[in-house]
Structure formats: C-alpha cells, structure tokens
C-alpha cells in the first residue's frame, strides 16, 4: 500500500492552510494511502509522448479592454453584508506576523 | 394530466391551470415528503408572488416566458441574488449570494417559478448527499438508500412530483448518478454549452449545469434556454450554429456498448441493461460492442484532476471576505481555523488530495500524468465515435446503495462514478435515461460527441419512447 507519513501529511495540510486534529492526521493518513495506491493504476499506461489536456473547448484565451461595467460591479453594500469586517470600502483582516 | 413543460406552459396560457394553485399543490407536496430532507431553504412567499405576477401578466395579455407557472428547483450550490447560498458547507452557511448566475437567470426570465435549494454534498464532493452538512436526503423509492449524488435533493424533488424540474450540476456524473438512482431523466451538456457564471466553483474544466427532467424532450428546452457564450465564463461556446429543433431519428445509424463498462455490474443492473439492449435489438437497432481501452482509468484520472482543481477552487475560503469566521489575533492561524472549521470530512480529504498531487515532487507522476490520459482518452473516444454514432452504458454499476454504507470507504464511494467520469473528462454530452424497473431504479447512459447536444437528446427520446 502507499505510505504517506505524518511529515508529508503536515505539510500538504500547511500547504492547504488546513489545521488538523491529531486524530485527523491519522485518518487522512491512512485515506490518502489507499487514495493515491487506486490513483497508481495512472502508472501502468504509457502517455509521455501525448500532450497534456487543460481543458476540453480548445478555445484560446482573448483579450478586452480593461474598462468596468457598472451593471456588472457587485454593490459594496451586499459584500458588506458577509464580510467578518468591512472598513472604508476594504475588508479589515488581523495583522500578518509572518 | 401534463405531458411536457410546453404542454404545461400551453394549459397555464390557456388558463386551465393556475400557476398559484399549482404553487400550493407543490407546497403541499414538500410537507408529505418532508421526511426525505430534499431542501435547504423553501421559498414559499416568494413562489406564492411569483405566481400571482405570472397571473397578472397573463390576465393583461402581457408578454410571457417559455416556461410560465414550471415550477423548479435548483441545487443550493446556484447563486440566486439576495438568498443564501450554502453549497451544503459549514463555511457558507449563512452567505448571501450578492448576484444571480447566468443559468438560473434565463430561466428565471422565462417565468419558471423558484420553489427552493435543494440538499447536496458539501461543495457537490459526493456521490450519495452524505456527505452534506445538513440531514442525507433519502431516496423516494427507498428511504434506507441514497438519492445518488452530488445533486440528490434536486432528483429527489422531481422523482417526488414536487416540481416539473430541477436543476444540478454534473462534474463527474453528479447528475447523471442521481437521475439513476431516482429513476428521472438527467442530462449533462456538452461542457462549454452552459455558463458556469454565479456556480460555487468545483472542478472548473469538468463542472457543468445539468438539468433532471421527466423526459429528455423537456431537457432540450431548458437547455436551448440557457445555452450561449456568456462574456462572463470565458469557457463558454459559441452555440449560434446549433440547432434545437426535433429531427427524426434515423434507426440506420450504429449504436456502440462500451464493452469495459459492461462488466462487474450488480446484478440488477446487468439484467435491466441487457433487456433493454434486447428491446432495442428486437425494434431493429444495431448495436455494436466497442472498446475503450483505457476507459478504466479514468476514474484515476478523474479524482487526481479534480481533486487538483478542488484544491485550488477551494482556496478562496479563508474567512476573510465572507463565510463563517472564527477568532484569532493572526492572520495565517484565523485562515486554517476557518478552513478548519468550514469544510466537511470529503471536502478536506480532496484538498488534500488535490494539494498532494500537485506539490514538487508528484506534479509530474500524478496530475501531468493525468492530463496526458485525459488526451489519450480523448483520442478514444475520437475513434470509437467514427465505428458508431452513439455509446451506451449502465449510468452506474450498482442500484442506489444503502445510507451509510459506503461513508466510511471513500474509494468505494468514488467508484459510484465509474460509468460517467469519462464523458465529463473529454467534456461530450451524457444522458442518463430511468429505465423500466420492478425494482429499484436504473439508468442507461446514452453519450454523443461534443456539440451534438441536438441528437443526443433526440436520439434520447427514442430510446426514452421505446425503453422507458
């Protein structure tokens, strides 16, 4: 079975910026293993030489003038409205320490 | 007695039906079913005044919709304006959506009147709707199982007559596995055809509207509703070219069964599947058996792209600009509290999953990888479609399992998926059609190259007519 250990699965949680409980480090241990051991069977076929897809449309990206649609603007007040802390048309955040 | 949404629209216009009677009919229906835990939020003033408007319209002779007096439902994973919208997770639980997505806005504007959000896993990551922070919902044929997820509460509503239809979203079958499962029509369009403009993002290269119907007739109004390139999804296609309007279907064209997806099914499904090969067969369709030879890899496939795509959609919910906040003096520490405490069991795991396959070290072996498969099933599926016209396949391998018995397995719950991952991965049209059953229901995936949304729902209502 793939073994993924408590380090790696610390820091994919820091990656994630998820914080959890050592019961959960567990868990997620143990379901990522048999997770990425069913995700093995990727290994058994030969792509290198294809192409990755992104995406299905094979639409390509286009540009537009950088000009606002007012009917488009979300009103302030509704962001207001789920925002932990709205301030002066920003939303206040606590102070980033590192 | 109603046959289709136009022929529901002609009565309303006709005034043989009124709008506000059927609203309290639907009302009443919601509170026998209220043991099955379809909705999230009822909207029953507003489905009351929405009606009395259609109603003054009609009284003036003023101009109406396509869809006048339908009742619907959509999935609380749509953003509707001013009325929260959950997506099922703690962390959205009391946001108010602060504009109304493109999908449900054209058909909004064609008089369909809104009954409510319905139940679904937490950021639609799920095939049962266990995985929701509200109450499972309960399939109508057997409260002990499952509706199918992601979207179990809208195919739990139009199985249970509560509405005339409902729509879903469809990622990896999403729709498709519940219209199995409840024993409805659900129809997943070519990806690009439908905006995803106002959706709570899941996986952006796979997420698509999809609608539940009773007949595959009514799924190509709504989807002819709402199809168009949208300047706000710049994914979005150019449907100007496409045609909607009903073509006979021609019995000389070759239907293809995928002959990887035609094994290791429970076996109710097996014997509905083959009798309704059979039927066909005797009305004089040819089928053909095709491979697919990869095709059982997609699953794999399926959940390192999506996982990847979740992990990054995801990230958006730190608490800071909306959601539901804890407390703490540091910024970093605030974000993983809030993420901590926002996010269900799955919606964690596939973050993980996500942010594992992408990280240095495994981008190459797994998510790379995995794009490369997407091309080389592509490709398949190219070749199968110049032997056959069409693919058929069991929408899932099993009837709708038992509640709680697969939550503790995620791979077994992922495995759900195995018949409609592959559509939604190459981005074709994909139905799935409530075959004729003693027992529980099941469904039969009918699949047709990109764009061919029209013949794909013709050809689906011939089969509908003849199987269902």
Wanted: proline share 4%; glycine share 6%.
């Amino acid at each position: 079975m793939t073994q993924i250990s408590k380090a790696q699965v610390l820091k994919i949680a820091q990656l994630a910026q998820l914080k959890l409980s050592p019961q959960e480090i567990d868990i997620y241990q143990r379901e990522l293993g048999v997770i990425l051991d069913f995700s093995n069977k990727l290994q058994a076929v030969s792509v290198n030489h294809l192409e990755a897809t992104e995406q299905v449309t094979n639409l390509t990206n286009i540009t537009r003038i950088d000009e606002i649609d007012a009917n488009l603007a979300l009103d302030l007040k509704d962001l207001e409205k789920n925002a932990p802390n709205f301030i002066d048309r920003q939303f206040a955040i606590p102070k980033i320490t590192h | 007695m109603i046959s289709s949404l136009e022929d529901l629209v002609r009565q309303v216009k006709k005034q043989k039906l009124k709008p506000s009677q059927l609203v309290e009919e639907a009302i009443n229906q919601i509170q026998l079913k209220s043991d099955l835990n379809i909705f999230i939020e009822i909207y029953e003033n507003q489905a009351r005044f929405q009606a009395l408007q259609i109603e003054d319209k009609l009284n003036k002779g003023h101009p109406i919709g396509r869809l006048t007096g339908c009742i619907f439902v959509v999935k609380d994973n749509f953003l509707l304006k001013g009325s929260k919208t959950t997506a099922a997770a703690p962390i959205l639980q009391n946001f108010e959506a602060p504009f109304t997505g493109t999908c449900l806005q054209k058909i909004l504007d064609e008089d369909a009147i809104l009954l409510g959000k319905t139940n679904l896993d937490a950021f639609a990551h799920g095939t049962s709707t266990e995985n929701s922070y509200y109450k499972s919902t309960k399939n109508p044929h057997d409260s002990q199982r499952t509706p199918g997820g992601s979207s179990g509460g809208s195919a739990a509503a139009l199985a249970t007559d509560i509405c005339h239809f409902s729509l879903g979203t469809d990622t990896g079958g999403s729709v498709r596995l519940p219209a199995s499962f409840c024993g409805v029509v659900g129809y997943k369009p070519t990806y690009g055809l439908l905006s995803r403009y106002g959706l709570v993002a899941m996986a952006s290269s796979t997420d698509c509207v999809a609608p539940f119907t009773k007949t595959p007739q009514d799924a190509k109004l709504l989807i002819e509703i709402m199809a168009g390139r949208d300047n706000l999804d710049a994914t979005t296609l150019d449907s100007s070219n496409l045609d909607f309007r009903p073509k006979t279907v021609n019995q000389n064209l070759t239907l293809g069964v995928i002959k990887e997806l035609n094994q290791n099914l429970d076996s109710d499904v097996q014997k509905t599947f083959n009798e309704a090969l059979d039927h066909l067969r005797t009305n004089g369709w040819q089928i053909k058996e095709v491979s697919l030879p990869n095709i059982k890899l997609a699953l794999a496939c399926y959940y390192v792209l999506v996982s990847a795509e979740v992990s990054s959609n995801l990230s958006r919910y730190d608490g800071l600009r909306y959601g539901v906040h804890q407390s703490h003096d540091d910024w970093g520490e605030l974000i993983k509290l809030n993420r901590h405490h926002g996010f269900m069991a799955e919606n964690k795991r596939r973050i993980m999953l996500g942010t594992y396959v992408l990280s240095q070290g495994y981008y190459e072996a797994y998510y790379q990888k995995a794009q490369k498969l997407r091309t080389l099933l592509c490709q398949e599926f190219d070749q199968v479609f110049r032997q056959v016209e069409a693919l058929l396949s069991p929408t899932s391998p099993t009837v709708a399992f038992k509640l709680g018995s697969k939550i503790d397995d995620p791979v077994q719950m992922y495995l759900a998926d195995l018949m409609t991952v592959a559509p939604s991965l190459v981005g074709i049209p994909a139905i799935s059609l409530p075959l004729k059953t003693a027992g529980l229901p099941v469904g039969l995936q009918l699949m047709t190259p990109q764009m061919t949304d029209n013949f794909n729902l013709n050809l689906a209502q011939e089969l509908f007519n003849q199987l269902c």
